[in-house]
């Protein structure tokens, strides 16, 4: 294992049975999108379970107007409803990290796949990490699914056996919190980027 962790994953919302292959989906979910739950769907065909997980620190950005909490209370009410649906916080915000996290609390058993889209494929890869082929060797720890998003990843010849594409609507693939947030910002509509079940919420957070 290229990575152990004594910290365990703090679960708001826990499957039932234990998976034989868990897929977990990290992300900021300032607001949890359509796009996340498009991941999600997608993912359930190959996996036993998903695990949707916030952490409560990133090294690439902060949050400073939405609070955990308020993130957290939107995923949950984005997810209801799919038995197979975890949600969980981490203390880790590297993919590693929370495979880490993940193996405290589900086994050396479960395989793990992590869900992500290409950008953020692309940032996971070129991070420095401090150590030379550091991602390759987290690689034999857990397996990636990558959506397109603006493009296909394609990720190094000796990763290929553990990176796979995931199919996902192009136009739901498009969507990012992010737009999300400048529309609500901007007063233009947003409301179709978001689960209906948190329209109400993402309202009241983001000014819409």
């Given at each position: 294992?290229?990575?152990?962790?004594?910290?365990?994953?703090?679960?708001?919302?826990?499957?039932?049975?234990?998976p034989?292959?868990?897929?977990?989906?990290?992300?900021?979910?300032?607001?949890?999108?359509?796009?996340?739950?498009?991941?999600a769907?997608?993912?359930?065909?190959?996996?036993?379970?998903l695990?949707?997980?916030?952490p409560?620190?990133?090294?690439?950005?902060?949050?400073?107007?939405v609070?955990?909490?308020?993130?957290?209370?939107?995923?949950?009410?984005?997810?209801?409803?799919?038995?197979?649906?975890?949600?969980?916080?981490s203390?880790?915000?590297?993919?590693?990290?929370?495979?880490?996290?993940?193996?405290?609390?589900?086994?050396?058993?479960t395989?793990?796949?992590?869900?992500?889209?290409?950008d953020?494929?692309?940032?996971?890869?070129?991070?420095?990490?401090?150590?030379?082929?550091?991602?390759?060797?987290?690689?034999?720890?857990?397996?990636?699914?990558?959506?397109p998003?603006?493009?296909?990843?394609?990720?190094?010849?000796?990763?290929?056996?553990?990176?796979?594409?995931?199919?996902?609507?192009?136009r739901?693939?498009?969507?990012?919190?992010?737009?999300?947030?400048?529309?609500a910002?901007?007063?233009?509509?947003?409301?179709?980027?978001?689960p209906?079940?948190?329209?109400?919420?993402?309202?009241?957070?983001?000014?819409?």
């Amino acid at each position: 294992m290229y990575y152990n962790s004594t910290v365990a994953l703090e679960f708001f919302r826990r499957a039932t049975g234990k998976p034989r292959t868990l897929g977990v989906l990290p992300a900021g979910f300032n607001p949890p999108t359509r796009a996340h739950l498009a991941l999600a769907n997608a993912a359930l065909g190959m996996v036993d379970e998903l695990l949707f997980v916030l952490p409560r620190e990133f090294p690439h950005k902060s949050y400073d107007s939405v609070s955990f909490a308020q993130r957290m209370e939107m995923l949950l009410a984005a997810t209801s409803g799919e038995p197979r649906y975890s949600v969980a916080s981490s203390e880790g915000g590297l993919f590693v990290e929370i495979a880490g996290e993940c193996r405290a609390a589900y086994g050396e058993e479960t395989a793990l796949v992590f869900v992500c889209g290409r950008d953020a494929a692309e940032r996971i890869l070129n991070w420095d990490y401090g150590q030379p082929n550091a991602f390759e060797r987290m690689l034999e720890d857990f397996e990636m699914l990558v959506a397109p998003r603006a493009g296909d990843f394609q990720p190094p010849d000796e990763m290929q056996r553990r990176i796979r594409s995931l199919a996902v609507d192009a136009r739901l693939s498009a969507i990012s919190a992010t737009e999300v947030r400048e529309r609500a910002r901007r007063g233009q509509p947003w409301e179709h980027m978001v689960p209906p079940q948190i329209v109400s919420m993402v309202g009241k957070i983001y000014g819409g």
